[in-house]
């Protein structure tokens, strides 16, 4: 029997952070941070179309709630440096899926995050014939269908997780030549149930 690999912990933002992220601007500067790493309220505008003022606005928001943070060390007084710390984030909250208000700022998060992401798929999609053949050849979409109970569903979720952390805690900061940012999904869902079936 092989050890099986503990979930990681995912920080569990509270009402506050996920007001901050309910935004679609800073889900957006959030989610260049996470992927490309530290950036500048100057680079995040070249990268976004909006002005430095706005990008600078907004950083400083999501970093009263410790989304992202300065990076010690690097930048001046003028010239801010901001990084997305490493770990997992949830963009659930327990306590405020059980109200209407807070349901309504986590419906935000999600459409805006989610939103970003099929942006980028699509755009893979499109214009993933314009990659070299090695990295055509190296990228996956792909979608299956099973029939799982809860439990199955879960075993499945950790599994696939557990590669994912592995592959994430082994290359994150890696650098070098042919290193590109890469982006990872898992989508595991339930479907809703077939008319007529218990």
């Known amino acids: ?12 933002l509270d009402a506050g952070a996920l007001r901050a992220l309910a935004h679609p601007l800073r889900v957006r500067l959030y989610d260049i941070l996470s992927q490309y790493g530290p950036q500048t309220a100057s680079s995040l505008a070249e990268l ?3 002005s430095t003022g706005a990008t600078s606005y907004h950083l400083r928001a999501l970093a009263r709630h410790d989304l992202i943070r300065e990076v010690a060390g690097r930048g001046t007084a003028r010239e801010r440096w901001w990084e997305r710390p490493a770990g997992m984030v949830t963009l659930s909250n ?3 899926e059980n109200t209407p208000s807070g349901r309504a700022v986590l419906e935000a998060v999600h459409s805006e995050t989610l ?16 990659e070299t053949e090695e990295w055509r050849d190296a990228a996956l979409i792909a979608t ?14 950790q599994r696939i997780q557990a590669v994912i952390d ?20 898992a ?12």
């Open 1 to 12: 029997m092989t050890d099986q690999p503990k979930p990681r912990e995912a920080r569990v």
């Open 48 to 50: 976004t179309g909006e």
């Open 94 to 96: 327990p306590e405020m």
């Open 115 to 130: 939103t970003l992401r099929h942006q980028q798929l699509m755009q893979f999609a499109t214009h993933g014939w314009d």
């Open 144 to 157: 299956a269908s099973a029939r799982l109970t809860a439990t199955q569903t879960r075993e499945l979720v």
């Open 166 to 185: 592995e592959t994430v805690a082994r290359y994150r900061d890696q650098s070098g030549e042919g290193v590109r940012p890469i982006t990872m999904r």
């Open 187 to 198: 989508d595991i869902f339930p479907l809703p149930t077939e008319r007529g079936s218990a």
